[in-house]
């Protein structure tokens, strides 16, 4: 995950710099709006940075269930952010529908794009493969962001070779403010997983019955309910009660109590899991809660 944020933080100073370049060179306000999200990444990337060694700081005495929300925290601070910027393209972009101006040294631009499409895909491939190992909310949400970057680069592509090979001047705003809504759509989707994780949202429900059914596995125990489950950055909190034996000595509980225990961490390592004993048959379980 820091070496995924380092990544992330590098290629973001290089795109920012040659992109730079590329719009002095030809005032494209596609271009203005590639920069302005490299200038954001810049941003968002360092960020994350930050909030994953927050996050992957152990557990201590003031902070027991660790710093995992420093993740998703950071996630809503991306969204926020990507909105803005979206907000700024699109103005940018009615202003040179008010007032074309003609795209120059579109070489340049598109040697630059093209190279910026090139560093985004190898960016995109190493960030997943680390989300399929840790489930980073933030680097999850970084790839997000980048994945808008690689759409918006082919944007500017298209802009440029638009405007400059058919002289479609309408084609460079237009496709600015095209970019500005998908940059919309992906702060909303990268908002919301945050939102879900800082307001303790249970996990999917297809993973509480995967849960309920390992619990079940175990021949002693009789029912599983008041299942409680929640994530924060890389960490996943498992509450559940056991239905058992009424007549079963307290360290036989406890012993088939570990055992469940056991198996649940062997499917989610390093979960954080509390489990508490109940009498089974004396108190009618809520269909809701039993499994």
Known sequence: MRRAAIASVSVSLFLLAIKTFAYFASHSVAMLASLADSALDLFTSWMNLIAIRS?????????????????PLAGLAQGAFICASALFLVIQGISRIMVPEPIDHSIQALIVMCIAIAISIVLIVYQRRVVARTGSVAVEADQTHYFGDLVTNIGVVLALLLSSLLGWTLA????????????????????????????????????????AR???????????????????????????????????????????????????????PGADVIIHQDPAGLEPLPDEDAY
Do not use: C, W
């Open 55 to 71: 996050a992957l700081t152990p557990a201590d005495a003031e902070h027991r269930f660790g710093h995992g929300k420093a993740e």
């Open 172 to 211: 460079d705003p237009l496709i600015a403010i095209a970019v500005a809504g998908i940059m919309a759509y992906t702060a909303f989707g990268v908002g919301r997983a945050a939102f879900h994780q800082l307001m303790d949202r249970e996990l999917p429900e297809a993973e509480r019955a995967r849960i």
């Open 214 to 268: 390992i619990a079940r596995s175990h021949p002693a125990v009789k029912n599983v309910h008041d299942l409680k489950t929640r994530s924060a950055g890389l960490s996943t909190f498992i509450q559940l009660h056991l239905g058992l034996d009424p007549n079963m000595p307290l360290s036989e509980a406890h012993t088939i109590s570990d055992a469940v225990e056991l198996a649940l961490l062997q499917a989610y």
